[in-house]
């Protein structure tokens, strides 16, 4: 006989850990406090590591967008708190203004592909997704332009886009602990798919 082992959902570490750091960081964007060690902390070990632990928990899933999503953001923010930090151990120089926004610019391609793999999946994650593509894309122009109105609005755009990253780690968690949907998340039914936040068809055998 085979025992099927019942794996946990890993997406809400990974949706609160993204969830909150992005809002504090851009509650900092916003320019309502300076950037410390609070921000960098949270992008260290909860933005960073735990996000990595959840795509390496998708990976045993079997889900590739969650694995790529939760690792390859995890590792966001770990680049992200190396490139404030380097330059103040004095181990290199801090990158221009001008190549930073390169830098934020493909992570928001990478980001707007990623929300094209959410077509079919809740709206909930088309909508992180989307509005994570804009902020990546609102951050670079700030600093290809110097523009301070930009960095503003892209600081309250990814408060929006962080707390609803929060919102769906917490509708993932209640919803299943309460065996229904307690807080919607605007399903999708697909005719196929193996994510965690999609409807899984029911399959008929034939007796």
């Known amino acids: 006989m085979t025992v099927r082992q019942q794996l946990a959902n890993p997406a809400p570490l990974g949706l609160l850990g993204f969830g909150m750091t992005t809002i504090l960081l851009n509650i900092h964007n916003a320019g309502f406090f300076p950037l410390d060690s609070m921000i960098l902390a949270m992008g260290l070990f909860y933005g960073g590591i735990a996000q990595i632990i959840a795509g390496i928990m998708e990976f045993k899933k079997g889900n590739t967008f969650g694995l790529t999503a939760f690792a390859s953001y995890g590792h966001f923010w770990l680049t992200l708190v190396a490139l404030i930090l380097m330059p103040r151990f004095g181990w290199i ?6 190549f930073m926004g390169w830098y934020l ?24 997704f989307f ?62 798919s193996s994510h965690p936040y999609a409807v899984t068809p029911e399959v008929k055998t034939a007796s």
């Open 93 to 98: 120089e801090a990158p221009s203004a001008a």
């Open 105 to 128: 610019a493909l992570w928001g391609v990478f980001t707007f592909f990623m929300w094209i793999g959410t077509f079919g999946k809740n709206r909930a994650i088309q909508s992180i």
């Open 131 to 192: 509005t994570l593509t804009i902020l990546f894309f609102l951050l670079a122009l700030r600093d290809w332009t110097g523009s301070a109105l930009i960095g503003t609005i892209a600081g309250y755009e990814g408060i929006f886009c962080g707390a609803l990253a929060m919102y769906l780690g917490v509708a993932e968690v209640i919803n299943e602990t309460r065996g229904r949907e307690v807080l919607p998340i605007g399903v999708v039914t697909l005719t196929r």
